[in-house]
């Protein structure tokens, strides 16, 4: 066995990543380790370092003081393999500049992309606070209260980039910086992804996103959309409420071809309902923006205070020894048939409810 340089969770020894981190044990990305740089090191004759703030699968980020404009600042160098190709860095640099043209209190600030020597890093907004990955390893799981209003700032920002065709094709809890005021900011727009998918193709090592909040079709290097995004957003509020992603455990890139995510045990239905919707196979299924999410996990004004789903009946017309899917099917065609959840869903949360139901007896 062999611990994951990042979350320290045991692996394998001959495991290529780590299923619960999405963390890279490839030599390769060893290779692609950033330099070190020291505190007091003065990057470009601007940027004075002054701690390490953290690691990614990708290299480190410092905390640096911009000495020109006086404000702290975090600096993430690149790994030298990138900075060695070409055409690696002229798209990131393309990708920088469509990030930097996003400006939305939601959305980590990217104030530069600056080239010393052979090191190339990015000087972004300094968040001082933690990431959800953090919180979520501190309290084991939010409570849908506490989710709500963090997950309502992500939907903004995502919703904003989306409307100007960005995507951020990273979307996970360590890419959410949540500062003390409780601002949130999603971070890496669109640069996590360049980054990761130009040292897959320089090395020809799979490296794109990070597999536990990896679509379906992202996994599979088919056609992109907001809805993959989406996927990630669910895969993360899946996270939130449970602890674990939807697929944490056993063969994970399987799972995410073929099996369904089990339903959050709980969250009234909708939540699940939405979530679910979310995480759904097909890009088609999923809801049409981030905030149309959000707003499916919230119901109906009220209901998430609700204690379902021990308590709600199941159908108030179907008398208990009749319920049964089929029963259960014919009954609520009517009333849901016009709401977002797909069939499938649908499906899943009444076998969920007899399930549950029948558990309760
Ligand atoms: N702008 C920032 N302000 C404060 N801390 C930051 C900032 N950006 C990154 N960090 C810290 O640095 C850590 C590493 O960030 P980084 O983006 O390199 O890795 P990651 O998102 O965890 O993984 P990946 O390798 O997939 O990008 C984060 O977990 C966070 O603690
Ligand atoms: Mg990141």
Same mark, same amino acid.
């Given at each position: 066995?062999?611990?994951?340089?990042?979350?320290?969770?045991?692996?394998?020894?001959?495991?290529?990543?780590?299923?619960?981190?999405?963390?890279?044990?490839?030599?390769?990305?060893?290779?692609?380790?950033?330099?070190?740089?020291?505190?007091?090191?003065?990057?470009?004759?601007?940027?004075?370092?002054?701690?390490?703030?953290?690691?990614?699968?990708?290299?480190?980020?410092?905390?640096?003081?911009?000495?020109?404009?006086?404000?702290?600042?975090?600096?993430?160098?690149?790994?030298?393999?990138?900075?060695?190709?070409?055409?690696?860095?002229?798209?990131?640099?393309?990708?920088?500049?469509?990030?930097?043209?996003?400006?939305?209190?939601?959305?980590?600030?990217?104030?530069?992309?600056?080239?010393?020597?052979?090191?190339?890093?990015?000087?972004?907004?300094?968040?001082?606070?933690?990431?959800?990955?953090?919180?979520?390893?501190?309290?084991?799981?939010?409570?849908?209260?506490?989710?709500?209003?963090?997950?309502?700032?992500?939907?903004?920002?995502?919703?904003?980039?989306? %409307?100007?065709?960005?995507?951020?094709?990273?979307?996970?809890?360590?890419?959410?910086?949540?500062?003390?005021?409780?601002?949130?900011?999603?971070?890496?727009?669109?640069?996590?992804?360049?980054?990761?998918?130009?040292?897959?193709?320089?090395?020809?090592?799979?490296?794109?996103?990070?597999?536990?909040?990896?679509?379906?079709?992202?996994?599979?290097?088919?056609?992109? %959309?907001?809805?993959?995004?989406?996927?990630?957003?669910?895969?993360?509020?899946?996270?939130?409420?449970?602890?674990?992603?939807?697929?944490?455990?056993?063969?994970?890139?399987?799972?995410?071809?073929?099996?369904?995510?089990?339903?959050?045990?709980?969250?009234?239905?909708?939540?699940?309902?939405?979530?679910?919707?979310?995480?759904?196979?097909?890009?088609?299924?999923?809801?049409? %923006?981030?905030?149309?999410?959000?707003?499916?996990?919230?119901?109906?004004?009220?209901?998430?205070?609700?204690?379902?789903?021990?308590?709600?009946?199941?159908?108030?017309?179907?008398?208990?020894?009749?319920?049964?899917?089929?029963?259960?099917?014919?009954?609520?065609?009517?009333?849901?048939?016009?709401?977002?959840?797909?069939?499938?869903?649908?499906?899943?949360?009444?076998?969920?409810?007899?399930?549950?139901?029948?558990?309760?007896?």
């Amino acid at each position: 066995m062999k611990p994951c340089p990042k979350c320290h969770k045991e692996f394998p020894e001959d495991a290529s990543f780590c299923s619960s981190c999405g963390y890279s044990f490839n030599d390769t990305l060893d290779k692609a380790k950033t330099t070190i740089f020291p505190q007091g090191t003065l990057i470009s004759n601007r940027y004075k370092v002054e701690r390490e703030l953290g690691k990614g699968g990708m290299g480190v980020v410092f905390l640096a003081q911009d000495t020109k404009l006086d404000i702290p600042v975090a600096i993430k160098i690149l790994p030298k393999i990138l900075s060695s190709s070409e055409r690696a860095m002229k798209s990131l640099l393309r990708e920088a500049k469509l990030s930097m043209s996003l400006s939305h209190p939601n959305i980590l600030r990217i104030h530069n992309l600056e080239e010393e020597k052979d090191e190339h890093f990015i000087v972004m907004e300094y968040v001082e606070g933690k990431t959800l990955e953090k919180m979520i390893e501190e309290k084991e799981r939010f409570t849908l209260e506490e989710f709500l209003p963090i997950a309502e700032k992500i939907a903004a920002g995502l919703d904003f980039a989306h %409307s100007k065709n960005i995507l951020h094709l990273d979307i996970k809890p360590p890419n959410i910086l949540i500062d003390n005021a409780g601002s949130v900011k999603i971070a890496d727009f669109g640069i996590a992804y360049q980054i990761k998918d130009n040292i897959s193709r320089i090395s020809g090592k799979e490296t794109s996103g990070t597999l536990c909040y990896m679509s379906p079709e992202q996994m599979m290097g088919e056609r992109v %959309s907001r809805k993959s995004d989406i996927y990630s957003f669910g895969a993360l509020a899946y996270e939130a409420l449970s602890g674990n992603p939807p697929f944490h455990k056993g063969h994970i890139p399987e799972q995410i071809r073929f099996k369904s995510p089990d339903p959050l045990g709980n969250v009234p239905e909708h939540v699940n309902g939405a979530i679910l919707q979310s995480l759904d196979k097909i890009p088609e299924n999923r809801p049409e %923006s981030a905030s149309e999410m959000v707003r499916m996990m919230k119901g109906k004004e009220g209901e998430i205070q609700l204690a379902v789903p021990e308590t709600k009946p199941l159908h108030p017309d179907i008398p208990k020894d009749k319920i049964n899917l089929g029963n259960l099917m014919r009954l609520r065609t009517k009333q849901d048939g016009d709401s977002a959840l797909s069939w499938k869903n649908k499906k899943k949360h009444w076998k969920m409810y007899i399930r549950r139901d029948q558990e309760n007896e």
